[in-house]
């Protein structure tokens, strides 16, 4: 499994590469490493080892010796933010109270083929600029509105196609058919279901 190497520069900008499982191996964090060993055009640039993390994401100590993964009893920092919440309806005070410490599962500080990433920090830098070593990542994020662009005649169309249109349009079948049937039921006579008969005059004699 290659390892995914996150590269941060001085301003803060992270670059993303992947690179063989044997080019950091054996090495261990705040160890330094030469751009070139992980690609030739980021020779002349000098990097430091400052994280790392497995495949099931728990992260690497530098005070935490050999590659495996241990249970150390940590603080609040790096594999420890908060105390985990708790079921029932007694409620948390504070996520982070004061003095508290708790055993967590690490790896150790050496990087081996379970780590599947490596945070490296710039400390010397090369020839080339590492927005020019990768243009594709230093692309601006184009921000997608949806409906910009599109014909109103298409919203329309949309609208019109949709299933509430379509229900409307039932119904109004329906209540056309119900009043065919009347009609038709009544016959033209009698007061229910069709026209009353106007009264006839009386012949006086």
Known sequence: MP?????AEKSGKTYKIEIGTETLSEKALSDKVQGKEISPDLEGYEFE?????????????????????????LTYGKGMKKRPKREGKKKQTTP??????????????????????INLKTLKEGNKKLSEVFPDQNKPKEVEQEGVGQP???KVG???????????????????SDVNNNKSLGGGGGVEGGSPETPKE???E
């Open 3 to 7: 390892f995914k190497i996150n590269i």
């Open 49 to 73: 080892i400052t994280g790392a993390s497995d495949k099931s994401g728990f992260p690497a100590l530098k005070d935490v010796e050999g590659f495996r993964k241990k249970r150390v009893l």
């Open 96 to 117: 982070t109270p004061k003095g508290l410490r708790l055993r967590k599962t690490v790896r150790g500080r050496i990087i081996s083929p379970e780590i599947v990433q």
């Open 152 to 154: 109103v005649g298409e």
């Open 158 to 176: 949309e609208q019109v196609g949709s299933p509430v249109g379509q229900k409307v349009g039932e119904k109004l079948v329906e209540k056309s």
């Open 202 to 204: 009386e012949v006086k």
